[in-house]
């Protein structure tokens, strides 16, 4: 698999361009209490791509979430649209 991630001079990951977000995908399964991830309701596929080292945790102001270092045709977003 094509590395996406860099580091930046002070070691900070950037992530680049081909990722897809789990933000605010309605498979994206969610602890509310904390706001946090902790799976996929896509025929669970965190522990596939868990597996292919390609799963990265993230976190922004609002909700900790994954992104998955590739382009993922299945996600889709609130508005019921895929992306």
């Known amino acids: 698999m094509t590395e ?4 930046q001079a002070d070691s900070t990951p950037v992530i ?13 399964d969610y602890d509310h209490e904390n706001e946090t991830q902790i799976g996929c309701e896509f025929n669970n596929r965190t522990e596939a791509y868990a ?3 390609c ?18 045709g299945m996600f889709v977003g609130h508005s019921g649209r895929a992306s």
């Open 4 to 7: 996406i991630v860099e580091q």
């Open 16 to 28: 680049l361009p081909i990722h897809t977000s789990c933000k605010d995908c309605i498979f994206a």
């Open 51 to 53: 597996k292919l080292d």
């Open 55 to 72: 799963l990265v945790e993230a976190e922004d102001e609002e909700k900790e979430f994954f992104v998955v270092k590739a382009l993922i």
